[in-house]
């Protein structure tokens, strides 16, 4: 690791000029640096808070020069300060740094570089432009010695550069999210779509379904409120619908690799055909084993039709077999197959994507899931899917306790009132603001007529002649808040009631079938039940065999499944073609952002119009709760070119120098 020499980091000042190691001074945030890769330091750092300096041989204006002129190809062009004041300043600075420019007053150029980069600071119009000059602006303002001494140091030679957004790191898939808004507001959707399609294929679905971590990061909700980003993310895909159905097809793919070069992905879930859909595009042949009759995972059985319509969903699995893929159904690794037959049949690599599809139980007193009305939350869900589906016979009555507080808790709710159930009781033993449900699934329970009893927990289920009768709860109190902030919660004595059900179903989390694995498979399992991976490329402890989605981070969203698709068809592509998997620099950029913290969550204080973003359409609620018709409307072209326009821009952009070359990786 690396100490810094000098630097201004949001603010604050570290100069270690001179002083031996153990008189330096260590930074809050930056006191050591990582290497960027093994054996390869950091000399210089460079960001929309600042900079850092960590050898004393490095220049800072090459640094800065290389960062401007990032900047200057980075900038869209659509406002005067940022499109020439970057290029300016650019230039500028490599008068500075050039040995055949003879510049006679330096001072006075660098008085012509600070101006123009309060310019472009104070009046550009995007992140981008506002966020590009303040590491220049510190260093101009506590390190101008530092530049013109660094006018006689040799140029750096090894560098990256890297652009990204507070939305960008905040999406597992690191979709360009300001990108495809951009192109919205061009009339471009078919091109929005297509940055969409570079990181997944399901771009329909997420657009309905994704949790939105993005806008949970945008900035735009210091203002008013966020973009709505997964609203725009459907209108491209709704609206390009034919051209995504032309789109795919197996001879458009460039290249194609050795027939024996064959894949096999265990589980079609949205993790199983990322993986697939990359792996195909790069022209590998795929074969993907599914436990049951229809591709899509939890994302068909487990996410009501009222939310994802299944031909919705169906038009985006279906990308695999045009693509040349092929899908194995019902064929179950454990039942059917093992790991290890799966390469006495000849492939050559196996990407575990099995999903998390058995519930978790209670434990509480009477719990026997052989009772009738005893439904856990999956099965609950994969009855209703069945009989919506016109495959099954479900019938509901009677009032119906759902426990738990996530967006499985809420699908089993909304489920149960359109299955004809007369109350729906929701138990959840934390407050409203503790569930892990997203808000607007919380309020549409409540508006259909969904009951909530918050601080309230099971203690046990009540049957008679093996039904169901109703469930015992005893109400919680908060306690003491824990290392992470959350408080507690503990029964209050004597606060036991009983609540009558015909039905109850445990929505409380799911985890991997246990009959999955042999133990000659060679795949370690950890102590939470999930596949043992290097996080960093999501092998497993066997060769061969990569491991990601739900299987691997235990139950979680549909959008850091897909991104552990893409992920693992990465590491796969590497291990068939070189028998390793590759240092990728962008992801080390990405681990040092977020690892330091570097991204500012700062307003920029450029005054914005209040522009509040376009309200979606949805069937009363009245109305819906005896359907599973889709509740939400797309919104129409002149919406999402007014959503667009709310957009701020926010791109950051980040700037290294390292002591020797960075080795090549993909993005």
Not at 10 to 39: C, S, V, W, Y
Not at 582 to 589: A, D, E, G, I, L
Request: proline residues 4%.
């Amino acid at each position: 690791m690396a100490r810094v020499v000098y630097g201004v980091w949001g603010g604050e000042i570290t100069d270690n000029r001179g002083k031996n190691l153990f008189e330096i001074e260590e930074n809050p945030e930056f006191a050591e640096f990582d290497a960027f890769n093994q054996g390869n330091p950091i000399n210089t750092f460079v960001g929309d808070r600042g900079f850092f300096v960590f050898s004393p041989d490095a220049s800072l204006l090459d640094a800065l020069w290389l960062y401007m002129d990032k900047a200057a190809e980075e900038s869209c062009g659509k406002c005067t300060p940022c499109r020439m004041g970057t290029r300016l300043i650019r230039d500028r600075l490599a008068g500075l740094r050039s040995e055949d420019m003879q510049i006679d007053d330096t001072n006075a150029v660098l008085d012509e570089v600070e101006m123009l980069a309060n310019h472009v600071h104070n009046t550009s119009m995007c992140g981008l432009g506002q966020s590009c000059t303040n590491a220049l602006l510190a260093a101009l303002t506590h390190f101008r010695d530092q530049l013109e001494q660094n006018r006689y140091l040799l140029p750096a030679k090894h560098t990256m550069t890297y652009v990204t957004s507070p939305c960008i790191e905040a999406c597992p898939a690191k979709v360009n999210v300001p990108r495809y808004i951009d192109y919205i507001k061009d009339g471009k959707p078919s091109h929005s779509l297509g940055v969409i399609l570079q990181k997944y294929p399901m771009a329909a679905t997420c657009g309905r379904v994704c949790v939105r971590f993005c806008e949970m990061a945008c900035q735009r909700s210091m203002v008013d409120e966020p973009v709505g980003i997964k609203t725009l993310k459907r209108f491209v895909a709704d609206h390009e619908q034919v051209m995504n159905d032309d789109l795919f097809s197996k001879e458009l793919i460039p290249e194609h690799q050795p027939d024996d070069l064959k894949v096999a992905v265990v589980g079609a879930g949205p993790a199983g055909v990322s993986c697939a859909y990359h792996l195909l595009l790069k022209g590998y042949a795929v074969d993907v084993f599914e436990a049951m009759g229809e591709a899509g995972g939890m994302a068909s059985i487990g996410i009501p039709s009222y939310r994802l319509p299944k031909d919705v969903l169906k038009s985006e699995t279906d990308i695999i077999e045009r693509l040349g893929g092929r899908f194995i159904y019902n064929q179950k690794l454990g039942r059917d197959f093992d790991v290890n037959e799966l390469f006495e049949r000849g492939y050559k690599s196996v990407f575990l994507a099995l999903g998390c599809s058995e519930g978790r139980l209670m434990n509480v007193d009477g719990e026997d899931v052989s009772l009738v009305g005893y439904e856990p939350g999956i099965e609950f869900l994969l009855r209703v899917h069945d009989h919506v589906e016109g495959g099954g016979d479900m019938e509901l009555s009677g009032d119906v306790v759902i426990v738990g507080g996530g967006n499985v808790a809420m699908d089993c709710a909304r489920s149960a009132l359109r299955m004809g159930a007369e109350n729906v009781h929701l138990v959840y033993r934390r407050t409203m603001e503790d569930m892990p449900a997203d808000h607007e699934e919380i309020e549409a329970a409540e508006k259909e007529g969904v009951q909530f009893h918050f601080l309230t927990n099971p203690t046990r289920i009540l049957s008679k002649d093996g039904n169901v009768t109703g469930v015992e709860l005893v109400e919680m109190i908060q306690t003491e808040s824990n290392q992470s902030g959350r408080r507690g919660v503990e029964a209050k004595s004597g606060t036991e009631y009983v609540l009558t059900a015909s039905t109850v179903v445990p929505a409380i989390g799911q985890r991997v079938a246990g009959d999955c694995f042999k133990s000659n498979d060679g795949v370690k399992i950890n102590k939470w039940g999930c596949i043992d991976v290097d996080g960093s490329n999501l092998a497993t402890s066997r060769p061969g065999v990569f491991a990601g989605g739900d299987c691997q981070l235990g139950p979680s969203t549909l959008i850091h499944a897909m991104a552990h698709g893409l992920k693992a068809s990465r590491s796969i592509d590497d291990y068939l073609q070189l028998g390793r998997i590759r240092f990728f620099p962008r992801s080390r950029m990405r681990q040092i952002i977020n690892k330091y913290k570097t991204m500012t969550d700062e307003w920029l204080g450029t005054p914005v119009q209040h522009l509040y973003r376009v309200p979606i359409q949805e069937m009363d609620p009245e109305v819906r709760k005896t359907l599973f018709n889709e509740v939400e409307q797309t919104i129409t072209p002149e919406e999402a070119y007014h959503e667009a326009g709310r957009c701020l821009r926010c791109y950051r952009l980040y700037a290294l120098v390292t002591e020797y070359p960075i080795p090549e990786g993909c993005a």
